[in-house]
């Protein structure tokens, strides 16, 4: 496991702000030399401190307005049920998140949809592919904190 100490936090805290920027410029930012830095990022990308680097785009922007919480509840608990459960939420690319949970609700969807004929072909789809004994959604009607970055 690798010792992660304050520059390590510094460098990983302006790539969670941006990614793109260039090796100088972040070099410059937390004072280390250009190759200094650059080590450092390969090692927290080789311990799995940083797993991806990506582009957020704006859902709005892209015609997926509309996000929703989908609440599934289900009688079926067998390995065979959570594998299809598994594919068929995992095949989907509306939908971004399924977090299996503790309490009343056995998995919370998080998916961005179109408009609320676009949820029901979501919801259709997935109950097509694996059996549910209860969904229930929510859908946001403001966003007031949505990040990625996490607290360093």
Same mark, same amino acid.
């Given at each position: ?6 520059? %390590? $936090?510094?460098?990983? *805290?302006?790539? +969670?702000r941006d990614a793109s920027? *260039? ?10 030399s250009r190759n200094a830095?650059? $080590? ?5 990308? !080789? =311990?799995?401190?940083?797993?991806? $680097? ?14 929703? @919480? ?14 299809? @459960?598994?594919?068929?939420?995992? &095949? ?8 299996r949970m503790t309490g %009343? ?6 998916? #961005?949809? !179109?408009?609320? =004929? ?5 919801? +259709? =789809?997935?109950? #097509? $592919?694996?059996?549910? &004994? %209860?969904? &229930?959604? *929510? @859908?946001?009607?403001? +966003?007031?904190? %949505? ?6």
């Amino acid at each position: 496991m690798l010792k992660i100490d304050e520059t %390590d $936090r510094r460098i990983l *805290s302006f790539l +969670q702000r941006d990614a793109s920027q *260039s090796l100088d410029a972040l070099s410059d930012a937390v004072n280390l030399s250009r190759n200094a830095c650059w $080590r450092r990022i390969k090692a927290l990308e !080789a =311990a799995g401190v940083i797993s991806a $680097r990506v582009t957020l785009l704006d859902p709005n922007a892209l015609g997926l307005g509309l996000m929703v @919480f989908m609440m599934i509840r289900t009688n079926a608990h067998a390995p065979d049920w959570l594998e299809a @459960f598994k594919k068929a939420t995992q &095949s989907m690319p509306e939908i971004l998140g399924v977090y299996r949970m503790t309490g %009343d609700l056995d998995y919370l969807i998080r998916a #961005r949809v !179109a408009d609320m =004929a676009d949820y029901d072909r979501l919801y +259709q =789809a997935l109950i #097509r $592919r694996v059996p549910l &004994s %209860d969904v &229930s959604a *929510s @859908f946001v009607m403001e +966003q007031i904190k %949505d990040t990625h970055q996490l607290p360093l």
